[in-house]
């Protein structure tokens, strides 16, 4: 199972949007409504952000959201805070032999 | 409050065994299942595998099948992860991870608590 594809960085000043997207197959991300999204800041444990494609765990704010068309899904990070530049991995379910796969990861950068 | 708390660094050398742990509290251990995810240097996350403690069914991806063992000691509520002989590409940060409740039979396929990460670093 190859790994999800995610362009390598992105960046936004403070208050901008930035969308990261996360492209697959139709084994994986476009055959199952189960992408999720996770915020790593170096040196701490990785964070759920987003769920099945666009829900938000409690207390994830309203400026992450998450989209999917066909095969791509997308993390849109609104009115961005210093405090987001992180990086960002989206996940699918990739069928009962292989259950996970991840993306190759994105570095968010705020300006 | 869920916490899963791993085991501390480890430093070892090519060719031996290790044995890292990954303790649950604040939740049902027996009822989800838990998971480990690797970090190379440099590198993103990779799953490697997921076993349920309430009856030892283990899955493991099929980049790490054959490679590391995972079990769980479900009355002290602790996952393992296991190497019989060390390689210096094992050199990484690996995190346990707790996907939703009944994963498989809900379509809980999301990690949403982790471990702190416990850093491997393999000389040779």
């Known amino acids: 199972q190859s790994a999800l594809t995610q362009p390598p960085s992105a960046s936004g000043s403070p208050g901008q949007s930035v969308t990261i997207s996360c492209t697959g197959a139709s084994s994986d991300v476009g055959g199952y409504n189960y992408v999720s999204w996770y915020q790593h800041h170096p040196g701490k444990a990785p964070k759920l952000m987003i769920y099945d494609v666009s829900k938000r765990p409690s207390g994830v704010p309203d400026r992450f959201s998450g989209s999917r068309s066909g095969n791509t899904a997308s993390l849109t990070v609104s009115g961005l805070l210093a405090e987001d530049e992180a990086d960002y991995y989206c996940?699918?379910?990739?069928?009962?032999?292989?259950?996970?796969?991840f993306g190759t990861g994105t570095k968010v950068t705020v300006l | 409050e869920v916490q899963l708390v791993q085991s501390g660094a480890e430093v070892k050398q090519s060719g031996e065994s290790l044995k890292i742990s990954c303790k649950g509290s604040g939740y049902s251990f027996t009822s989800y299942w838990i998971g480990w995810v690797r970090q190379m240097p440099g590198r993103g996350l990779e799953w490697m595998g997921v076993?349920?403690?309430?009856?030892?069914?283990?899955r493991y991806s099929p980049s790490f099948q054959g490679q590391v063992t995972i079990s769980a000691d479900k009355s002290i509520s602790t996952a393992y992860l296991q190497w019989s002989s060390l390689r210096a590409s094992d050199t990484a940060m690996y995190y346990c991870a707790r996907p939703g409740i009944h994963m498989i039979t809900s379509g809980r396929y999301y990690f949403d608590s982790w471990g702190q990460g416990t850093p491997v670093i393999v000389s040779s």
């Open positions: 076993i349920y403690p309430g009856d030892s069914d283990t």
């Open positions: 996940s699918s379910y990739a069928g009962s032999n292989s259950l996970f796969v």
